[in-house]
Each structure stands twice: as C-alpha cells, then as structure tokens.
C-alpha cells in the first residue's frame, strides 16, 4: 500500500489533497517534527534530505511534493487528475508545478526559515523583509493571472494538481502581512477549492481546523 509520510500543515499537504481526491488506499505515517523525528537515523535511511513529504509506493521512493503530485496524477490519475495526454498542455502544467515549487514554495521558506540564510539576526529580519514583498508580487502575478484567464483554475476550466499545490502554498501566508485570501480573484479561488470533500478530510486527518487559508 501506498505511503505518505507527513507532518501536519507540511508540504505533504498537496500530495495528502490528491490522495484523497483519487480516493486511493494509503497510510499516513507521521513523522513529528516538533521531536526532530525528520532528523533521525530512521527517516533519513528512508529520505537522506529529512524533508518531508516522502512517499512509498513499491520499490519507487520519492520526495519533492511537487513530483510526488505529478507521479500520482501520472500513475493513478483519473477523471479530474489524469495526467493530458496532450504535450502542450502537460507543458503548461509543468509550468506551474515548476514555478509554484521552485519560486513561491523556496521564497516562502525564505520567510519561515530566514536563519537559515545568514547568521546575522539583523539581515535574517531584512530576508524576511524581502521574502515578504517578493511573496506579495508572486501572488499579484497569480491573482492577474486568475483575473486574466477568467477561469476557475490555473490551467483553465479544469482542475489540475497546480491547483491542489497553490492552495497549499496560499494556506501558508494566512499569517502574513497580506495573505492570499485578501486577493480579489484568489479569495474566490479558495473558497472554490475548500468545497471539496477530499480536501477539508485531508485536513481533518491532519489534526487541522478553520480557518484554512
Ligand atoms: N521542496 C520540498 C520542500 C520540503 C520541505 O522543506 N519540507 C519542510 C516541511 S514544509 C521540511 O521538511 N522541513 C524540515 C527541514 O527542512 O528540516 C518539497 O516540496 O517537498
């Protein structure tokens, strides 16, 4: 059976949405952060970087929220998530997964996680400083983008793993100067997402409660 190892809020937030919306058996393996447990011999035999998620499906290991999401659209995907058979559109979701993971996610880390960029506790208030309006164009640009295509989602009229990583992305700026819920086409966005079944349950085995974004 599959398994997606997880702290709750966590990057595994994206793959633990999918899972539910593919209605796939899995078990959820807990790995606690707050005990460092992600920094143990165990997890780091299993994943070396001691990030989390990871997820075991058979002989494959994979990390990377980001490719666990493409790898259970790919493999298992259906109805809403299967994967395009088309190479442009997979392209342009490739876009955004990209762009989400290797853009947003990284300067969100950026702010969470400013010491670990410099020693200094003053420069690690100016990274957060910066994090925080480069957090701020990122969704502008997003919100635009919503805005511009006039469609439900990212890719368009039809729901796509993009949508399930952005949300999570956005839930993580709820505490933030001007968080994702205050953009007039994003507001909209998540309200639309947060009516689906699988990812108030995902949340609900998290241990997580409203308000969600
Ligand atoms: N790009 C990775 C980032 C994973 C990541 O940094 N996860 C955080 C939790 S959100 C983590 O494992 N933090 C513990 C650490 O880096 O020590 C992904 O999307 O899976």
């Not at 447990?37 to 035999?45: G, I, N, V």
């Not at 996610?105 to 960029?117: N, V």
């Given at each position: 059976?599959?398994?997606?190892?997880?702290?709750?809020?966590?990057?595994?937030?994206?793959?633990?949405?999918?899972?539910?919306?593919?209605?796939?058996?899995?078990?959820l393996v807990l790995v606690d952060t707050?005990?460092?447990?992600?920094?143990?011999?165990?997890?780091?035999?299993?994943?070396p970087k001691g990030t989390i998620p990871?997820?075991?499906?058979?002989?494959?290991?994979?990390?990377?929220?980001?490719?666990?999401?493409?790898?259970?659209?790919?493999?298992?995907?259906?109805?809403?998530?299967?994967?395009?058979?088309?190479?442009?559109?997979?392209?342009?979701?490739?876009?955004?997964?990209?762009?989400?993971?290797?853009?947003?996610?990284?300067?969100?880390?950026?702010?969470?996680?400013?010491?670990?960029?410099?020693?200094?506790?003053?420069?690690?208030?100016?990274?957060?400083?910066?994090?925080?309006?480069?957090?701020?164009?990122?969704?502008?640009?997003?919100?635009?983008?919503?805005?511009?295509?006039?469609?439900?989602?990212?890719?368009?009229?039809?729901?796509?793993?993009?949508?399930?990583?952005?949300?999570?992305?956005?839930?993580?700026?709820?505490?933030?100067?001007?968080?994702?819920?205050?953009?007039?086409?994003?507001?909209?966005?998540?309200?639309?997402?947060?009516?689906?079944?699988?990812?108030?349950?995902?949340?609900?085995?998290?241990g997580l409660a409203a308000p969600y974004?």
């Amino acid at each position: 059976m599959i398994q997606l190892y997880y702290s709750p809020g966590t990057a595994c937030l994206a793959p633990h949405f999918l899972l539910e919306e593919l209605g796939l058996p899995y078990e959820l393996v807990l790995v606690d952060t707050e005990k460092k447990q992600h920094q143990e011999a165990a997890y780091l035999q299993l994943n070396p970087k001691g990030t989390i998620p990871f997820l075991i499906d058979d002989h494959l290991h994979l990390s990377e929220s980001a490719a666990i999401c493409f790898y259970l659209s790919e493999n298992y995907g259906k109805h809403e998530f299967a994967s395009s058979t088309d190479v442009k559109e997979r392209a342009q979701l490739l876009q955004w997964l990209m762009y989400l993971s290797n853009t947003l996610q990284a300067e969100l880390l950026s702010y969470f996680y400013p010491e670990r960029l410099t020693e200094d506790a003053i420069t690690a208030a100016q990274v957060k400083a910066k994090a925080t309006q480069r957090i701020a164009l990122m969704l502008d640009l997003i919100d635009q983008k919503l805005s511009e295509s006039n469609c439900a989602y990212l890719l368009g009229e039809q729901i796509s793993i993009a949508d399930l990583f952005l949300f999570m992305l956005c839930r993580w700026t709820r505490g933030m100067q001007k968080p994702a819920r205050v953009y007039p086409h994003l507001n909209p966005y998540l309200a639309l997402l947060l009516q689906r079944p699988a990812i108030v349950k995902a949340f609900t085995m998290e241990g997580l409660a409203a308000p969600y974004y």
